[in-house]
Structures are given as C-alpha cells and as structure tokens.
C-alpha cells in the first residue's frame, strides 16, 4: 500500500465532487482560507453546494467568488457580515443560512469528527437559535441539544505538510481547519510547503496524516485582510 497522497493540483483534488456537495471550507475571516481548492470550484462550476464556515469571504475573494457565481445553496456559517452579495441574496430568498454561534460551529464540527452524534450547550437558549431544539436543564440551567456536524468534503489550507498527509498549521489559520480536517469523508490539504515524509517533527503536527486522502502544493497565495488598521 502507498501512503503518498500528493495530487497535482487543485484540479485534480476536486475531480470527483458532485452538484450538491456538502462542503467544509477552513480558516478564519481571509487568514488560513483553501485559496486554491476555492479557485479550482469555481472553475469547476458545481452548483447547489452546501458550505460549512466559519465566515463567507468577502464579495471578491473567499467563498464570496462562488457566491457571485451562484454555486452556494446554502451557507452553514457563523460570521458573515463582510460580504455584500451574501447579504443580497439572503434578503432576496436566494441563499439559505443556518447562523449558529462561533463557539457551537467549533464544537459540532469536532464532535463530528470525533463520532459524536449530538450535544447539549447552553449556548443560543432563549434565542432564535434554540427554536425547534430538544431543550434539557443541568445544574438549574437550560441546554439545547446540538447535532455533530460532518461533511462529504473537508478542504483545509495548512502551512507545511508532508507527502503522507500530516498537517501543521500557523498561527490564526489554526481556527477551523484541524477540527474540519477530521470530520471530512474526504479530506484535501493545501499547503504553502509539501516535504517528504518523516521531514516534520512529530511532536509539532496538528493534524495527523490519517485524516487526509489528498495534499498538494498550492501557489499565488494572496493572503488578504478584510480590515487593514495601520497606527497613524
């Protein structure tokens, strides 16, 4: 058995998703975002996608690309006030939207990578959030019951990575894509550095390689920062 999973390119990562798929997409507002795999979906063109994130990108970059190209039928998402065509379709019944507390998305993405059917949390009681949910009390204060969250698709963007899948990231790129690289039925890492295997400290992997079917070296990354504040 081989244990090299590198693919060529994005292209090639993604040859096999389908209209319809349900997709997690890594990162943290613009930092530690699948550039490249977001690229190649747009060139792709897959339609009714269903997009587990954090955020939405912004209107010219990010998940925001394929919402100008109509290829998202439903956002599940946390943060998502950067992004002006998202807001547009949302008003005018065009885009589904599961909103759900930043913390609740975190913890049903793990528990979903982890085999974990369901939770309960106080976090989102008493509001729009918890309309419709199994409520239950513990220590004198009402939970609701949350559902893991997983994904036919898990598409992360790590700093190194080497050719057996194993994946560490930096720094604020650590939001959302080791949790997300778990809970993907297929798992497809791009990194700005691939090395051969047994070149990364073990002690220093966030995501190990048993995780990840697909890796490739991904290139042109822009890094962007939807808020530039510079001291006057």
Not at 85 to 99: H, M, P, T, Y
Not at 102 to 128: C, D
Request: with cysteine.
């Amino acid at each position: 058995m081989s244990f090299n999973k590198v693919v060529s390119g994005a292209d090639e990562a993604l040859h096999d998703l389908k209209d319809g798929t349900i997709l997690m997409l890594g990162g943290f507002g613009l930092c530690g975002i699948p550039e490249n795999l977001i690229a190649a979906l747009v060139r792709k063109g897959s339609k009714n996608l269903v997009c587990i994130s954090n955020n939405a990108g912004v209107d010219d970059f990010g998940i925001g690309l394929m919402l100008k190209t109509r290829q998202v039928r439903k956002m599940i998402s946390s943060y998502v006030g950067e992004n002006e065509e998202f807001e547009r379709q949302l008003l005018a019944g065009e885009l589904e939207v599961d909103l759900i507390p930043q913390g609740s998305l975190a913890e049903r993405i793990r528990a979903g990578g982890a085999g974990i059917p369901a939770f309960f949390t106080p976090a989102g009681t008493g509001t729009e959030v918890a309309e419709g949910k199994e409520v239950r009390w513990f220590d004198g204060k009402p939970h609701i019951l949350e559902h893991g969250l997983t994904a036919d698709f898990a598409l992360v963007k790590a700093w190194k990575g080497d050719t057996m899948g194993n994946l560490i990231f930096h720094a604020t790129a650590r939001n959302f894509n080791p949790v997300m690289a778990t809970a993907g039925k297929i798992t497809v890492a791009e990194v700005e550095e691939l090395v051969p295997a047994g070149q990364l400290d073990p002690d220093a992997i966030h995501t190990p390689g048993i995780f990840v079917q697909r890796i490739f070296q991904g290139k042109d990354y822009e890094k962007r920062i939807e808020q530039r504040t510079i001291r006057k």
